[in-house]
């Protein structure tokens, strides 16, 4: 890894580490197109796990093969912890998440096997206290 590549990960290591609390989103967590509120503050964990979200766009504008690989996820175990949150069908045994105002997305993933796991990308949300 380059020098440059070293310093852009320890800067998203410190940012990410500055959002959290004993392991917990320490602010609110919004859809960054429309600012709707979709997670309370200390209602996720932070945690990495490599998974291939699509690139975010709207619903009625998906296109499939374009992808990247994301690794830091805020993850609740319970679907009814999102204050307003939608899903797509089902591909693959995945639902993305979206945003139910907006409908971009998608911003995070469940697996349907798993029905105590819900991610939501860090890089794809907002962060704040509004």
Request: proline share 2%; charged share 25%.
């Amino acid at each position: 890894m380059s020098n440059q590549g070293i310093e852009q990960a320890q800067e998203d290591s410190s940012e990410i580490n500055s959002l959290t609390e004993n392991g917990k989103n320490v602010a609110k967590i919004f859809c960054e197109r429309c600012s709707s509120l979709v997670l309370l503050p200390m209602k996720a964990d932070l945690i990495k796990k490599e998974f291939k979200l699509p690139h975010m766009r709207k619903k009625n504008e998906a296109s499939e093969g374009e992808s990247e690989t994301l690794c830091d996820y805020w993850m609740v175990d319970n679907m009814y912890t999102f204050e307003n949150l939608g899903f797509s069908n089902t591909v693959d045994n995945i639902k993305y998440l979206i945003c139910a105002d907006c409908e971009i997305g998608p911003i995070g993933w469940h697996d349907i096997n798993n029905q105590k796991a819900f991610y939501i990308a860090v890089k794809r949300v907002q962060h704040g206290e509004n």
